[in-house]
T-cell receptor, first 112, second 113 residues
């Protein structure tokens, strides 16, 4: 079993749709959680950190459920420009330790 | 402009010919890391460095070396490259603190024939 698991998709949705991705992690000691976005053949870029209380950034909402060890990302009012791969990222350690574990990514394709 | 710079961006080479991929960041970040990305496997950490002269293995260190003699530079060395090291490589850096986001370089596409 992978340490961080995501449904690879692809998710094909029309513009304006609401889409949600889930991600599960196996290490209960994980302390930090992120969603990164990666466009084809480009570098990953931070989309948002995920906080215990949940957080929102415009059309994007991230949730963390520590008891069930999953993280979610909700995208409202999808735009064509949201088409990308979304990477769930978990920091395996705490303090300054550096091991980020990446999920394989979920591919989103927003159609006109 | 704050950035992580990798060179080269693309390289095709042959088995056994030593190569170095450079990585430099201008943000005074303490932490730097190398990843490889392969289809179906996602991004996997090769080596990381918490600060100058402090390096440690990631999940897939075999066949790679790194050094951290200066804060801004973190080169990745393949002493004797093999075809299974054909991959897309990313360097990343961040400030200390596990909650800090990582900044990635543009990537280096290596093909080992």
């Amino acid at each position: 079993r992978k340490e961080v698991e995501q449904d690879p998709g692809p998710f094909n949705v029309p513009e304006g749709a609401t889409v949600a991705f889930n991600c599960t992690y196996s290490n209960s000691a994980s302390q930090s959680f992120f969603w990164y976005r990666q466009d084809c053949r480009k570098e990953p870029k931070l989309l948002m950190s995920v906080y215990s209380s949940g957080n929102e950034d415009g059309r994007f909402t991230a949730q963390l459920n520590r008891a069930s060890q999953y993280i979610s990302l909700l995208i409202r009012d999808s735009k064509l420009s949201d088409s990308a791969t979304y990477l769930c990222v978990v920091n395996r350690g705490s303090g300054n330790t550096g091991k980020l574990i990446f999920g394989q990514g979920t591919t989103l394709q927003v159609k006109p | 402009e704050a950035q992580v710079t990798q060179n080269p961006r693309y390289l095709i080479t042959v088995t056994g010919k030593k190569l170095t991929v450079t990585c430099s960041q201008n943000m005074n970040h303490e932490y730097m890391s190398w990843y490889r990305q392969d289809p179906g496997l996602g991004l996997r950490q090769i080596y990381y460095s918490m600060n100058v002269e402090v390096t440690d293995k990631g999940d897939v260190p075999e066949g790679y070396k790194v050094s951290r003699k200066e804060k801004r530079n973190f080169p990745l060395i393949l002493e004797s490259p093999s075809p299974n090291q054909t991959s897309l490589y990313f360097c990343a850096s961040r400030y200390q603190g596990a909650q800090q986001p990582q900044h990635f370089g543009d990537g280096t596409r290596l093909s080992i024939l």
